[in-house]
């Protein structure tokens, strides 16, 4: 028999090898299609990652109506990449549209604010969001996260280097002023306490900033061995750059410990990655079957391959998609109730959805950009140096989860 655990596990998120003609059309008894909503930045400073979240919803989607003999469509929703914005497009896209299955998010806060609210509609959230809070205090029966929370992406990036770099005793960091740069900041901190290292400061900046030379003057004023960057997408490769410009690549080491990957190092080139630390939730080249499955799925339909915006939508699209035709609705307590301890082949091995918080389990990178002459391909813009899983465990995070 095929439980729901393992469901997933022998599909191997592969295209075609999903089909299970037992579960097709159990969600559709009233012959009504799904709707998967999906809730990003489309306009804004982090639409780029809006864009290639949308693409990675619908190939999910198209995938699972293709095997399943079911109709789904998609019902994209602009948030700006804010939370006021993010709830009322929820709210409009349940009571119009009757979606209960919420696919998205990116920013912490915006999430943050979308689960609670796609509970009170009847529905799921999954999202890739960062922040500690999603999984841990502001836990809740219809939230899932895929992404490793910054706890575990701090873990898995300053703490091997930490230990890969033995002489550099100093870090900077910059930070953005929000959920998930304070969980980054503060779960840095905790690194350098245990590990003897001197923050010898952090900059704060609003979600608005776009120049950061001030920022780094003071970092360059603290004579750091190490600049840590703890912003995201737009924002940490225009801190990296002025960074180069002002020559600190050549004055000390620099980390981006939450790095948008491929479609990031397309934007910064080569030179500009080159022995820069950035760490990871995905990489296209990572070994596991069911990644290389989606890229080659990515590759024949749209000649590039996938970035982690595309591939985290794809997942958590897919994941919830495949948890509603088990379910055989799409009720939020219901998708959820599949969900809770799914054990499946994932995009970085094995993953679990952990139930007791709704966190998955799975691997972060640290990767190290490579230089231009040793790239075996136009894509091979970084190496895996590190691979691993830090997670708290649900009570230390702070999650009770209400009944």
Known sequence: MIT?????????????????????????AQGAP?????PVPISGAFAANGKYAVIGAKLAADE???????????????????????????????????AKLFAGGILSSVSLAMGKEAGRAGGVLMTTAGADEITGK???????????????????????????????????????????????????????????IEHVGNSYHSLSEREFSGYLTNALSAQPDVLLLLNFGSQSSATLRQAISF?????????????????????????????VYFGAQYWHAAEAPANQALVKAVQEKFGYNPNYSLAGSYIISKLLLEAALMAGST?????????????????????????????????????????????????????????????????????????
């Open 4 to 28: 729901r655990r393992k469901f997933l596990a022998t599909s191997a998120l592969t295209t075609g090898a999903l089909a299970m003609p037992f579960l097709s059309g159990q969600v559709l």
């Open 34 to 38: 799904i709707t998967l909503a999906v």
């Open 64 to 98: 699972v109506a293709a095997a399943h003999g079911v109709e789904i469509s998609t019902l994209d929703l602009d948030t700006e990449g804010k939370p006021a914005t993010a709830v009322r497009r929820v709210q409009d896209a349940a009571s119009q549209d009757g």
């Open 138 to 196: 502001d836990c809740n029966q219809s939230t899932f996260r895929w992404s490793v929370p910054t706890y575990g992406a701090i873990n898995e990036t300053v703490r091997p280097l930490i230990d890969m770099l033995p002489d550099a005793k100093k870090w900077y960091t910059i930070t953005p002023q929000y959920v998930f740069g304070e969980g980054l900041l503060s779960a840095a901190k905790d690194v350098f306490k245990e590990k003897g």
């Open 247 to 275: 020559g600190m690549k050549q004055r000390m080491t620099i980390v981006v410990a939450w790095a948008s990957g491929l479609e990031q190092f397309e934007e910064l080139g080569a030179d500009t990655c080159e022995g």
């Open 331 to 403: 009720e939020g307590p219901a998708v959820a109730k599949e969900l809770e301890g799914m054990t499946y082949d994932g995009l970085t091995g094995p993953e679990t959805v952990r139930a007791a918080d709704h966190q998955v389990i799975k691997n972060y990178y640290l990767l190290k950009g490579k230089a231009k002459a040793d790239m075996k391909d136009k894509d091979d813009y970084a190496e895996i140096i590190h691979s691993g899983q830090s997670f708290l465990d649900p009570e230390a995070a702070g999650c009770k989860m209400p009944s």
